[in-house]
């Protein structure tokens, strides 16, 4: 099985965008895993999105034969989801697009950040038309795939024990991530 990639597509959206610094918003492994440059960054959060393990990782937390998994977000009502805004030169867009490349499409949303600012960023969103994006209701079928996946970024369970140390570190809760973590820590607890 081939690699899934985004990579050239949100590319070419690079043409649209000028010299000038650019905001990013992160609400998953870019809140706790920051391997690029930025000049400023902020917490905040989006309005009307969700996080969600839905992403299958061919490339970071699995492979394109056993995959593990990603998070994205989805359209909810009412929902808010924390993350952190970064103020970025455009150049390190080429490097973000190669790391979010398993999926993911660039769009543009309103951050609201902790210090009163609404500033428009550029999101990494899991487009829903990719074959690595599947919804899965099952946290506890979540918790087993991330259990059992490795990739080339290291475990899957890494991944998900990261996310749910920043949200605490931020006083932020996510039953989802939490739950899922529960399940995780509960298997391993057996073996
Ligand atoms: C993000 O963090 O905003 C995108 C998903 C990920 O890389 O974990």
Redesign the pocket.
């Known amino acids: 099985m081939e690699l899934y990639s985004t990579k050239a597509h949100n590319q070419a959206n690079s043409k649209l965008i000028g010299d000038e610094p650019v905001w990013?918003?992160?609400?998953?492994?870019?809140?706790y895993?920051v391997d690029f440059p930025f000049i400023e960054c902020r917490t905040g959060y989006i309005k009307g999105w969700e996080r969600k393990f839905w992403?299958q990782s061919q490339d970071?937390r699995g492979t394109p034969e056993k995959p593990g998994r990603?998070?994205?977000?989805h359209q909810v009502n009412d929902a808010e989801c924390f993350?952190m805004a970064y103020l970025i030169d455009p150049v390190v867009l080429k490097d973000i697009d190669h790391?979010?490349q398993n999926g993911?499409l660039r769009q543009s949303l309103d951050v609201f950040t902790h210090c009163g600012e609404k500033l428009n960023a550029i999101?990494?969103?899991?487009d829903p038309d990719a074959p690595v994006y599947q919804p899965e209701s099952n946290n506890q079928k979540l918790a087993e795939q991330i259990y059992k996946s490795i990739g080339p970024s290291g475990p899957n369970t890494d991944?998900l024990f990261n996310?749910a140390d920043a949200l605490r570190q931020y006083n932020e809760n996510d039953s989802h991530i939490f739950d899922i973590e529960q399940h995780v820590k509960d298997i391993q607890a057996l073996k």
Do not use: A, Q
């Open positions: 990013i918003f992160g609400y998953g492994s870019l809140i895993k992403m970071h990603v998070l994205t977000i993350g790391r979010e993911y999101t990494y969103i899991g991944y996310m």
